[in-house]
């Protein structure tokens, strides 16, 4: 671990990110390459965009998340997550995905969103970064994967809808963040910063709540 100065240093100890959070990590791969492969198969691409898709989808929030906090990032010197990326987006071929329903994208992607909103918190605060930062780095985990995905795919950004998707990985981060300093064991506050982001991705997904528009004069 870094050695941090004392203006750095969290509020409480907390234990490292490995193995507590494994589990977690390597789901939010693989939902989030699943999405992007699906993205891909919707606009009939071949298996090379479908991997280039799943890849980008899975692992650009959390290289830009370990730049900014001065970390290695995360999936260089090791093979297991591009190896999963690839797995999925052979899958999602494999299996067809034009048969798929087409709000399949959505919900894995919702469940990623969870996933990382969690995971991209924990990692930040590990190494010490203060708790609001913190957050913001498990928004960005967890959200600019699938902004980059939907770039790629010609779809509008989500930034440019009303769309209820960032908030929900600010949900599930902020969530987190605040259950740990509150003094909760990290595998509760884990589940339940995952469940509330996705929960609140499910809710628009299913009832196509928005959040409210500007109204100028």
């Known amino acids: ?6 203006i750095m240093a969290p509020p409480m100890a907390l234990p490292p990110l490995e193995p507590v959070l494994a589990a977690i990590d390597m789901a939010g791969v693989a939902v989030f390459a699943v999405s992007g492969a699906l993205a891909a198969a919707r606009i009939k691409q ?6 280039f898709f799943a890849v980008i989808t899975a692992i650009a929030g959390g290289t830009l998340r370990d730049l900014l906090i001065g970390a290695p990032v995360f999936w260089v010197g090791r093979s297991d997550y591009l190896g999963i990326c690839l797995a999925a987006a052979a899958a999602v071929w494999l299996l067809r995905a034009d048969r798929w329903r087409l ?4 919900w894995f992607d919702a469940v ?9 918190a924990t990692k930040a605060m590990s190494l010490g970064v203060p ?4 957050v913001g780095m498990g928004v960005l985990t967890a959200s600019f994967g699938g902004i980059v995905r939907d770039l790629l795919a010609g779809e509008p950004s989500v930034l440019l809808r009303r769309e209820i998707y960032v908030s929900a990985a600010a949900l599930g981060a902020g969530t987190y963040v605040g259950l740990t300093l509150a003094g909760l064991a990290m595998w509760p506050a884990a589940i339940a910063g995952a469940a509330a982001g996705f929960g ?4 628009a997904i299913a009832t196509g709540l928005k959040l409210p528009g500007y109204r100028g004069d």
């Open 200 to 203: 609140l991705r499910a809710l």
């Open 131 to 134: 708790a609001l930062p913190s």
């Open 112 to 120: 990623g969103l969870g996933a990382y909103s969690v995971l991209g």
């Open 1 to 6: 671990m870094i050695a941090l100065a004392p």
């Open 103 to 106: 709000d399949a994208l959505l």
């Open 46 to 51: 071949t298996i090379v965009t479908f991997a």
